[in-house]
């Protein structure tokens, strides 16, 4: 039996018919077209699903959309403000942190939620914030930089300084 869902994903509310079973990141990909939370490995522990489900950093392949219903929900894709980057995006492309990027939406969502509990993390609390998410290109160092620089700006009193516009 289908059940009438309604979601509210980075501000705009999406309203489907949808399986019990179908999972939030299929809701995500499929039904609100928004492709950059990505599927890993569909058991929760690569983290590449990774958005914020009414504020907490949750595996979205770890939720049903039924369980959604009246959330809301911030992707990747919620983070920008037209085409200027969230910080934790513009860290990443500066400090080289994409690498292949299919990991990194899960990561800048889990690091935005690091950012948001402990403003001014150690290296070891960012990998340690980060255990939830796999990068199969073997490669923290660059990421970890980008927490780091990240966190610079984003630190309460930080002297904002607005990202540049991507072009």
């Not at 160092?141 to 990202?163: D, F, L, T």
């Amino acid at each position: 039996m289908r059940r009438r869902v309604a979601v509210t994903i980075n501000g705009t509310k999406h309203e489907h018919e949808v399986e019990p079973r179908l999972l939030l990141v299929q809701y995500i990909r499929e039904l609100a077209g928004l492709t950059g939370t990505h599927v890993g490995c569909d058991t929760s522990n690569c983290g590449a699903c990774t958005v914020e489900l009414d504020g907490h950093s949750v595996k979205s392949c770890t939720v049903f959309a039924v369980q959604a219903d009246g959330a809301q929900v911030t992707t990747i894709e919620g983070l920008a403000k037209g085409s200027t980057l969230h910080p934790l995006q513009k860290a990443f492309w500066d400090e080289h942190g994409l690498q292949c990027g299919f990991c990194t939406p899960g990561m800048i969502m889990a690091a935005k939620q690091l950012l948001e509990r402990n403003p001014n993390p150690t290296e070891q609390e960012i990998r340690m914030g980060l255990e939830g998410n796999l990068c199969r290109c073997t490669g923290y160092h660059n990421i970890v930089k980008s927490i780091q620089a990240a966190a610079k700006v984003m630190a309460p009193g930080a002297e904002r300084k607005a990202p540049a516009p991507v072009s």
